[in-house]
């Protein structure tokens, strides 16, 4: 054992952490034995509080630390639209575009028959109650674009009927700035038959 | 922004790991924000006790829990035979190795007049003084291979010259495996003057 005990069990914990490998643990952990004894104590208190208060928004279901999320909760957002998406991820990447200006509603995973994943699995109870409250005119769907997010926004959009709603789903095509030579094959046949007049 | 508070500062300070970027640091930080709280917590714990209990041995200055390493309080080694290094990191690196069974000693770094380190910032004195008790018969001068590292190699082969012991440099040359054409010239000419008979 070429390390001190504690040593060989923190490169052990680290190598836990996806994507890292035990020489990059072992990397991370000689950057931990020559930090400064205040920079590991806070790093440590931060794993430990973000593990322990970071939760699921009553509202949506997006990462909060308080009870309701900082969207749920902004009142200078667009509470009529609501944009439906799979995982807090998600929420993340359409927040870092900046552009949308409404809110969230995270289902926390798509249908899939195949690994057991039906609606009452997902947070879709919780959507229709939410909706029923009548401040929502317009639904985004922005499920993932393969079979489940497919079949979750299908699902969706017959579930919403009944409640006389705008139901969008976001668009699907070619990615801004790719050429369409990098493009697949199946983004390029939907970004066809969705084309748009100009 | 996109994150809670304390979601934001863990992936910042997760950030400040050699070779981790940003992207990297969120998805650390959604591992921590997944795990089990006994996973995350044992993880802090560890970084902690690390940080804190880890330090040079009284005797070599490799790392250690305890006042004096495991390698020097290791009955079992030879400890007629010294190897010097200049890093804690190439102790690990030869343990990995497996066929040493000398102790070591660890100089804490090279020298470099172009830094300003000279030899009173090695552990140069405390060497001296542990040779001076006369257990050792051999000592391996296992700098590393560059002008710092010869340079220090050199300096220390004439400050033993007096002690009356065997010194040795640790081989360099072609490593097992390579063929020649990989092999960069300045370790191919050493390779070539340092040949042995077979």
């Known amino acids: 054992m070429p390390y001190p005990e504690s040593m060989v069990k923190l490169i052990e914990a680290l190598a836990q952490l996806p994507g890292v490998g035990s020489r990059t643990a072992e990397r991370f952990a000689f950057y931990v034995l020559n930090s400064r004894a205040e920079t590991v104590e806070e790093l440590a208190a931060l794993l430990v509080k ?10 949506c279901f997006n990462l909060s630390q308080e009870p309701v999320c900082h969207i749920c909760s902004d009142p200078t957002r667009d509470h009529t639209l609501l944009c439906v998406v799979q995982d807090p991820k998600d929420v993340i990447a359409l927040e870092k575009a900046g552009d949308y200006k409404g809110v969230y509603h995270v289902l926390l995973g798509a249908l899939s028959p195949l690994e057991g994943i039906g609606p009452k699995d997902l947070k879709i109870k919780e959507l229709l109650e939410r909706l029923k409250q009548g401040e929502v005119r317009e639904v985004v769907l922005g499920t993932t674009s393969d079979t489940e997010g497919d079949a979750t926004a299908t699902y969706l959009a017959r579930q ?9 789903r976001i668009a699907h095509g070619v990615p801004v700035g790719s050429a369409l030579e990098f493009v697949d094959k199946a983004t390029l046949a939907r970004a066809m038959r969705y084309r748009q007049e100009i």
């Open 160 to 168: 919403l009927k009944p409640l006389k709603l705008r139901v969008t």
């Open 50 to 59: 973000v593990n322990g208060s970071i939760h699921a928004c009553q509202v």
